[in-house]
């Protein structure tokens, strides 16, 4: 297939913990249970966003339009001020309006086909998402034009039992596809840019509402919650070459459907700022460079003043070079 004439739009959610947003996080926590949800880590940023959509630009220059997602909040300027970048905010994009504010990126994700204005194609990253090398359209469309579907090697089924809100998550979005699909081995989806297709994200928006309805209306991440990439990718998959479990949808793919490895895709976490060998992954990172680069800044706020010089020393590398 020839793609120099598709249109490929790119959607990144960004959040930070500013003073008016920890006020509000506070004010709708108050009879929260889970506190792990509104752990300032999450929201905290250690300013990646200025590095992220340069370098997705560097390396995709092919990208159309960059649609930024806030709760309202104002990028960086230096980000605002880059060619075809748009301000988006939650209210303009959800369908369950009565549940806003949301400070949960599983409500919000099922909603970004809705921006106005966005092409069929769109690739959806977070500001912690690095894209580090040059890349083609066919990259993200692969050879049948519907996307790459690249996964681990965990099955979700391993997460019947799960021990965390994440692994509940997981469990709740088989659980979901099982339900309405049949019961196949599917795998866990790592931390990576992915390409979607916006009529095909409506359409699995309308046939799992009543679960991303549900999802939507914790306002924090919660155990019911499901993950609408995981039905997307698995309604996409189904449609195209039919029911069946992981490795027989490789087989059938013509190489669209696979496994991430350690050279194409890289998860370093920033978890352990205060000890481990995360400063040596990073310097690694900026010699092998791996295709896609995920920084989990999941960070204690006792280690953030030692881990923010140099990740944004490492950050200002891989833009440069």
Not at 171 to 183: A, C, I, N, P, V
Not at 217 to 231: G, H, P
Not at 248 to 254: A, G, N, R, T
Not at 283 to 306: G, H, V, W
Request: proline residues 4%; contains cysteine; aromatic residues 14%.
């Amino acid at each position: 297939m020839k793609y120099s004439n598709v249109d490929i739009d790119l959607v990144c959610c960004w959040v930070t913990l500013d003073e008016e947003y920890q006020s509000s996080v506070d004010k709708y926590s108050v009879s929260l249970d889970n506190k792990s949800a509104v752990n300032k880590a999450r929201f905290r940023e250690l300013g990646e966003l200025e590095y992220s959509v340069p370098a997705a630009l560097k390396n995709l220059p092919w990208i159309r339009k960059i649609f930024i997602i806030t709760n309202g909040q104002i990028p960086p300027k230096k980000v605002m001020d880059l060619p075809n970048v748009e301000l988006i905010t939650h209210d303009e994009i959800f369908k369950f309006k009565e549940h806003l504010p949301t400070f949960s990126y599983h409500a919000i994700m099922p909603h970004l086909c809705f921006i106005e204005g966005l092409a069929e194609n769109f690739i959806i990253m977070s500001d912690d998402f690095f894209i580090t090398k040059p890349m083609k359209k066919k990259d993200f469309l692969g050879n049948n034009g519907l996307g790459v579907f690249m996964h681990t090697k965990k099955s979700l089924s391993d997460f019947t039992t799960p021990e965390n809100v994440w692994q509940s998550n997981l469990s709740m979005s088989h659980q979901s596809l099982s339900e309405k699909l049949g019961d196949f081995d599917r795998k866990v989806f790592p931390h990576a840019p992915q390409l979607f297709k916006k009529s095909k994200a409506i359409e699995v928006f309308d046939k799992y509402n009543k679960d991303l309805y549900l999802t939507s209306s914790q306002k924090f991440r919660n155990e019911s919650n499901v993950i609408f990439r995981i039905l997307y990718t698995y309604s996409v998959m189904y449609d195209q070459w039919g029911k069946h479990d992981y490795d027989e949808l490789i087989k059938l793919s013509d190489g669209d459907v696979g496994y991430f490895d350690r050279k194409t895709y890289r998860v370093i976490s920033l978890r352990g700022a205060g000890k481990g060998n995360w400063q040596s992954e990073l310097e690694m990172a900026i010699t092998d460079r791996p295709q896609f680069l995920c920084l989990n800044d999941n960070i204690l706020e006792s280690d953030y003043s030692k881990a923010a010089p140099f990740v944004r020393k490492y950050l200002l590398d891989i833009y440069s070079n």
